[in-house]
């Protein structure tokens, strides 16, 4: 018996959330999963290609699982590579974690909706919980639908599914794969290479953000927070930090005064404008507390401190 499933483990966010998940509540009550076999395996694993049904109810079943962390999905750039294959895969995978959780008594799920929802439409600054969504891409196309169907889940048939809108997800223990905002993990590993770092998008392109800590931490008092706190049954705005790649530059600059960038745009900046700037999370402040710790500069500092330790300790 276990208490959690994540699905989509081996991924930027699954592999930070799973080990604090464990230290929570212990290694045996959190399965990780992934399509294929990952490396460093303790505690529980079990491969779950999620467009699989009932490979998730074996899962589910045999661990007799409580809530499941659904966090498979293809990002905003690699997205627009397949539209079609990605809308299949994100509510595919969706729809398979809803149905197999109502079916088989999982208490709550956790379903990481994006910035990505928002399009042209919303003012960009403090972008309000309650806009019009116009995403431009696939992948903002089936979080806005994802939403939806969480919200509605929840209202037929009492699914206590809860979500976040996340912001570019910085962090220093695993690589983003396939998304606009990646590039701002990136160029944290060129300037401890002592590399130039040459940016995909424009230097004053401003974007949320959120360092790994604070999006972690939101995630677990979300998934904490008593019921009937979670008002919001959509998908909650979170708000880190916002910062353009210049700024970024900046912030590393202090501490390494050579570092260099330079730009080079491609197909992601117009993703990235459509996005917005800054965020207004007043709701998840008000519902279930939420405040972030990190700002541009603590960020940039912890993130060098631990990629110099861990490519010292990866010689
Ligand atoms: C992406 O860039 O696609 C993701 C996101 C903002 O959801 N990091």
Redesign the pocket.
């Known amino acids: 018996m276990a208490r959690s499933l994540i699905i989509g483990a081996g991924g930027?966010l699954g592999t930070v959330l799973t080990q604090s998940l464990r230290d929570i509540y212990g290694n045996d009550q959190v399965v990780r999963s992934d399509m294929r076999v990952l490396d460093n395996i303790t505690g529980p694993f079990e491969v779950i290609d999620a467009t699989d049904a009932d490979r998730i109810e074996e899962v589910v079943k045999q661990y007799e699982i409580e809530e499941i962390y659904h966090l498979a999905a293809i990002?905003?750039?690699?997205?627009e590579k397949n539209p079609l294959g990605t809308w299949e895969i994100n509510m595919k995978t969706l729809f398979n974690v809803l149905e197999v959780s109502r079916l088989n008594g999982v208490k709550k799920v956790f379903y990481?909706?994006?910035?990505?929802v928002f399009g042209s439409e919303v003012d960009q600054q403090n972008t309000p919980q309650a806009s019009f969504l116009n995403p431009s891409?696939v992948?903002?196309i089936s979080?806005a639908a994802g939403e939806n169907w969480a919200q509605y889940y929840f209202q037929r048939y009492g699914l206590d599914v809860r979500s976040l809108r996340?912001?570019?997800?910085i962090g220093y223990q695993s690589l983003?794969g396939?998304?606009?905002?990646?590039y701002a993990v990136d160029i944290y590993h060129k300037a401890i290479a002592g590399e130039k770092f040459s940016c995909f998008l424009e230097e004053h392109t401003t974007?949320?953000m959120i360092y790994m800590d604070d999006a972690i931490r939101a995630t677990i008092e979300l998934m904490q927070a008593p019921k009937e706190s979670i008002k919001t049954r959509t998908s909650y705005n979170l708000a880190g930090m916002s910062f353009s790649p210049n700024e970024i530059a900046e912030s590393i600059r202090a501490l390494y005064p050579d570092f260099e960038i330079s730009y080079d745009p491609d197909f992601?900046q117009q993703?990235a404008a459509s996005?917005p700037q800054s965020i207004d999370d007043s709701r998840a402040r008000a519902d279930w507390g939420w405040k972030p710790a990190y700002d541009l500069k603590s960020m940039t500092a912890d993130m060098i401190k631990n990629l110099k330790l861990k490519y010292s300790t990866a010689e």
Do not use: E, F, H, M
Request: hydrophobic share 25%.
């Open positions: 930027q990002l905003s750039a690699n997205g990481p909706s994006s910035i990505a891409t992948y903002g979080k996340y912001p570019g997800v983003p396939g998304g606009t905002t990646d974007l949320p992601r993703i996005w």
